[in-house]
């Protein structure tokens, strides 16, 4: 019902562009030569206990050229402006107007960074007496930067992205944490296979270096405090590690990049995507299994690249899961990239593309044995998401023929 | 009997259920009546303190209450009930197993004040950090609270309740995001995905932090006496938009599915079309051109000329710009028709339900279509001389109404209309 497999008479879609800053660097290189080095980037002292992925830093005036722009952004959508740049870049459609004015929009988004210095003010005179009613209202309104609000909204991601690049599609912005990502690109997908669409930009960006959402995520206990370790390896220390990047991608049918010369770097042959009750002990598991057998047949090189948090007890059901298709090496871009929530899943796509674009999946980095070693060039990686709270979505990406 | 395709070759989609809640009352009926009556929802705000802001009018939903309160629980709860609502109509499916997905716009979601202030208390002593805060946050006490404040809780609540299919979607496409759910509906019934989609908007968020927001913006009207007359779309002493509350529902289904299990039709999502404005954060490109060109793929969509339109269901948000660029616009358009079709705008009495909007003013343009009755624009007392529209000023008017149009633009660029009919074309 609300899955997204190529169907007969139904047009293949082709990923021709992959745009990513993430704590291990800005582009396809830089990402790729980190995970080859099994390189970490975490920061351990910065948000002590709690740990997290920074994003290593960049120079946002490549993507985001007036200084206005960026004023106008909270670090969130600078990430994210910067990625949708990058990825239009690598799809070599930057600045074509006949293309970027029609080209749609899917992206994944949560909200953006609250001013801690505004909130902890109030609170805190609030703690000192100050209870006049109209307390709060007064230092709001004197208070808070006018366009902080704009640099809040979730679907001003998306409308930063058309205003710098002046794009003029469509544009829709799905919330809605980790599976929101998965959502985009099956929405995306579905309309391009479905001949609605011909090109889209689709991804999401996350700042995790955020003291609010630590406090969000502390509300359930899901931050990973004091060490660092391996997703696989944090099942008697469980949580995950925020992390900050930005992967947008550009998904085109198979004929609107032929017609222009454009080269792909796999195909997104299908995304399905559900909500599991996980009101019992192996609810989630079920679903994921369910989800695995929606998915076109694999009979090439497999491999799954997993979006595992490290929370519980997502993570040890999603791990029951993987150790039923055992043949398949898996890959946890938690460990590496840290958990980016709405980001992880189009992340794993742009590395599922990338592995197979570049004939090799990246070496594993777990101590548990989860991970193990690929030999070969993979045909077929699922991207697999479940959210730390609710929602699955996976996904198929595949050499093209 | 009508084709079950439209002139495109797609399922003709039809409407079989709706449900609404704003600040002039829960149910169709209710809101029908009032609306009809030239009634405003609007009032002054009694759920916090008003000192010390600008604007203290606004269109709260006070009569569905919420505990512990928080704008998310007052969405979710609203939701619940028009969704309630429009499956009693459409009587589709069984109890808590809707045959299809859900498509939920619904504003963005954060931690709110109450809650920020009760973290606050917890600290016990002043001078704290933001750290301090933090410290306290974990241990299971407020659990709850992470549950409450994630995006996708609302339309994971609504998704078990009502037993939809599939990864519910939860969007925003600001002031669009009520046009965008209804046309991810239409969009997955006429790709053939579902016989039925279940299409959802919510907007609880008339809190202080959302209202100053909006004031520091000068979005807002601030004539607060009498709050009755604070929202006066298309008239030229119109100063800004009043914030409000409210939830739609829809039940789509495909014309051939409704038909086959004899569900009365309500109405048809003929067209949906979006453009995406590069422009600026908040304000439109100064030719129009991007919401221009949102109508004209609207109708392109519906497969109809703009002479088939009798009648708009306008954005009419108040604001001193948005009127005026949607009469340039419009114009653009329709030419000479721009001066000719009825327009209203309904948030000139139940103000500006934000994500909300796009999906209570479709189902008060089914409405019109059923009771070939035009709700008025109230407060219409001094006519902008530059915004030539045929205003239904301050009380109804019965017309024959076939096909409206119905606009919501957006922060961030976003532009969305819609097409409905009474009858597949």
């Known amino acids: 019902m609300t899955d997204t497999a190529s169907k007969p008479g139904q047009t293949e879609v082709w990923i021709t562009g992959i745009g990513l800053a993430t704590s291990l660097g800005e582009g396809l290189d830089a990402n790729w030569a980190a995970l080859q080095e099994k390189r970490i980037n975490v920061d351990e002292k910065g948000f002590a206990p709690f740990i997290v992925h920074p994003l290593l830093p960049v120079s946002f005036d490549s993507q985001i050229p007036k200084k206005g722009d960026q004023r106008q952004m909270e670090a969130w959508q600078r990430i994210g402006v910067y990625a949708a740049g990058l990825a239009l870049d690598s799809a070599g459609i930057k600045g074509n107007k006949d293309i970027l004015s029609k080209i749609d929009m899917v992206v994944a988004a949560g909200g953006g960074e609250r001013d801690l210095n505004v909130d902890t003010g109030v609170l805190n005179a609030e703690a000192k007496g100050a209870n006049a009613p109209g307390f709060l209202n007064e230092r709001l309104m004197s208070d808070l930067r006018p366009t902080l609000f704009l640099a809040q909204l979730s679907n001003l991601l998306a409308g930063n992205i058309a205003i710098v690049n002046g794009l003029g599609g469509t544009s829709r912005t799905f919330m809605g944490e980790e599976v929101a990502g998965a959502d985009a690109l099956r929405i995306a997908l579905s309309r391009i296979a479905s001949g609605e669409s011909d090109i889209a930009l689709v991804g999401g960006s996350h700042n995790g270096e955020r003291k609010d959402l630590l406090v969000l995520y502390e509300f359930g206990d899901f931050n990973l405090k004091n060490k660092f370790a391996p997703v696989w390896a944090r099942k008697d220390h469980a949580g995950f590690a925020l992390g900050s990047a930005g992967a947008f991608l550009v998904l085109e049918s198979k004929a609107h990049a032929e017609a222009r010369g454009a080269k792909p770097y796999a195909k997104l042959s299908s995304v399905v995507t559900d909500l599991a009750r996980r009101k019992q002990s192996g609810d989630m598991e079920a679903t994921l299994e369910k989800l695995w057998d929606k998915l076109p047949r694999r009979e090439g090189k497999g491999a799954v690249i997993s979006g595992a948090s490290g929370a519980e007890p997502a993570t040890s059901e999603e791990r029951d899961f993987l150790k039923k298709h055992a043949d398949f090496p898996v890959r946890a871009t938690g460990t590496m990239f840290g958990h980016t929530m709405e980001t992880q899943f189009p992340l794993g796509i742009a590395l599922a593309a990338l592995s197979i674009s570049r004939g090799a999946l990246f070496p594993p980095n777990d101590s548990t044995g989860t991970e193990i070693e690929m030999q070969g060039a993979p045909t077929q990686i699922v991207v697999v998401g479940a959210g730390h709270w609710r929602g699955e979505g996976m996904a198929l990406v595949e050499a093209v023929d | ?425």
């Open chain 2, 1 to 425: 009997m009508t084709a079950p395709r439209d002139k495109l070759g797609r399922p003709v989609v039809v409407v079989t259920g709706m449900g609404i809640t704003t600040s002039l009352g829960a149910g169709k009926a209710d809101n029908w009546s009032k609306l009809v009556a030239g009634e405003s929802g609007i009032r002054t705000i009694t759920r916090f303190p008003i000192d010390g802001l600008k604007t203290t009018m606004a269109g709260t939903v006070d009569f569905v209450s919420v505990d512990p309160f928080s704008s998310t629980g007052l969405s979710e709860r609203m939701a619940e009930l028009v969704t309630q609502e429009a499956l009693e109509q459409a009587g589709i499916g069984a109890r808590g197993d809707f045959p299809g997905p859900l498509f939920l716009a619904v504003a963005p979601v954060e931690v709110e004040w109450p809650q920020r202030r009760e973290l606050g208390r917890a600290v016990g002593s002043p001078d704290f950090t933001y750290d301090d805060l933090l410290r306290i946050s974990g241990g299971g006490k407020y659990s709850a609270y992470h549950h409450r404040f994630m995006f996708g809780s609302v339309a994971a609540h609504l998704a078990e309740t009502f037993g939809t299919k599939g990864s519910p979607i939860s969007l925003s496409t600001a002031c669009a995001s009520g046009a965008t759910s209804i046309q991810l509906g239409v969009e997955a019934i006429r790709r053939g995905e579902t016989d039925a989609a279940l299409c959802v908007a919510t907007d609880g968020t008339v809190n202080p932090e959302a209202l100053v927001r909006f004031s520091l913006l000068s979005a807002l009207s601030t004539q607060n006496d009498p709050p009755q007359a604070a929202s006066r779309p298309f008239s030229k002493n119109r100063d800004g938009f009043v914030m409000a509350e409210g939830a739609g529902a829809l039940v789509l289904e495909s014309y051939e599915a409704a038909v086959a299990r004899g569900a009365k039709i309500l109405g048809v999502i003929a067209g949906c079309g979006e453009l995406t404005d590069s422009f600026h954060r908040t304000r439109s490109s100064p030719d129009g051109k991007p919401i221009i060109g949102c109508m004209n793929k609207t109708l392109a969509d519906a497969g109809m000329t703009p002479d088939q339109i009798d009648h708009i269901n306008a954005h009419g948000t108040a604001t001193p710009e948005n009127d005026k660029m949607e009469f340039n616009t419009t114009s653009a358009v329709f030419g000479d028709l721009a001066q000719k079709i009825p327009v209203t705008s309904n948030k000139s009495m139940v103000g500006h339900t934000i994500s909300a909007a796009g999906a209570v003013e479709a189902i008060f343009s089914l409405l019109t279509l059923e009771h070939q009755r035009i709700p008025p624009t109230i407060n219409y007392e001094t006519p902008d001389p530059t915004i030539l529209f045929n205003v239904v000023g301050n009380k109804a008017r019965d017309a024959r109404v076939t096909a409206v149009m119905s606009n919501s633009f957006g922060f961030g660029g976003q532009n969305a209309s819609l097409i409905l009919t009474r009858e597949p074309a």
